[in-house]
């Protein structure tokens, strides 16, 4: 029982070394969060060291009485979350992360090579939800086991196009049909999916990872009442450690659960799930609801500011906790644009915009809040970090006038650049 730092110097040393980053960066991912003390202590536990393959009261190996109640609780405190009836809706707790879990539900759902249609990746969609290359190179499992045909958002608008995406679906005849994503900065409208779903007689699945947070706390409109199952992550705006859950009505209870075990996963990561029991009391909290409305609230100040600046914004503003910040009319890759951030502390990441073709070199950038205010950031903070966006968007546009298209000549010159420095200084 010797502490870490004497065990083991590197790993305690690497540790050391995160913090310090998360300390000082600005931590812009809108995928990120701080999780609670409380949340790291359950995820050190020694819930750890125990094997609980099944489900509470039908396990495969001995000594699961405490692990039973664990689950019990964390699944009571689910539903209570986000205020479902335990007469109509299950919920697993045991997926691994959001990947697991999604792929669970089309294992539950679907038969291999079943057709289903989510939101295409350069619109914002995840690569869960079915995607494939422009040169038609099947890249996630969904789209290696399952047909997928993805519908996209206007190009123009930068919404989602509801009417193409109803003849899409009367002609593709999917059996499930999917709604949230990882980079749309809309509400969904959920009652035009449903009825898309009815009109093909498709399953409708909600895959609410990236504002699951919002959706606890009342501030996004709950896709529980249209949707057959929603999934989330519960590590990004719901603000707790890294796994899945899936929720869903009671009629597909137990092909779910079969799906999960064993059918997708084998023992569940109890400390991650003792862990995520203390998330979700603390997502039941007035302090939680509060912290969301700031997230949304930083949002659309974030935005306001770029807007003031003479930026573009995909869909010209935010409902919810990201921004997606559309760099083509500056003529500045999101790629060069990532670069120049994470050499001066920022931490964002490159991402397609409306109408973009490439994933490598896409058009923009994708900004959240959820991780600086749960650092207590307020709307003037995040007025500033606009303005440091705004220079270190004019820093990288000067750099490129040097150096040129190429992204390794860019790379270079950053380095020793004074104006990258600086930036830097005032970001710490
Ligand atoms: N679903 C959505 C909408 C996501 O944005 C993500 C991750 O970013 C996932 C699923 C996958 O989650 P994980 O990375 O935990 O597998």
Redesign the pocket.
Known sequence: NRPLAEVDPEVSALIAKEKQRQVYGLELIA?ENFTSRAVMDALGSCFTNKYSEGYPGRRYYGGTEVVDELERLVQQRALELFGLDAAQWAVNVQPY????A?FAVYTALLKPHDRLMGLGLSSGG?L?HGFYTAKGKRVSATSIYFESLPYQVDPHTGYVDYDRLEQLALLYRPRLLLC???AYPREWDYARMRSIADAVGARLMC?M??YSGMVAAGELASPFPYCDVV?T?T??SLRGP?Q?VIFCRREHEQEVNEAVFPGCQGGPHNATMAALGVALREAATPEFRAYQKQVRANARALAAALLQRGYTLVTGGTDTHLVMWDLRPQGLGGNKMQKLCDACDITLNMNAVAGDTSALNPGGVRIGTPALTSRGFVEGDFEQVAELLHRAAQVALQIQDRTGKKLADFEKALPGNAAVQQLRDDVH
Do not use: E, L, W, Y
């Open positions: 995928s992360s959001g990947t697991p999604n995840h869960t949230g994503a990882s895959d990872a990236h999934t992550t590590h990004k890294r899945g």
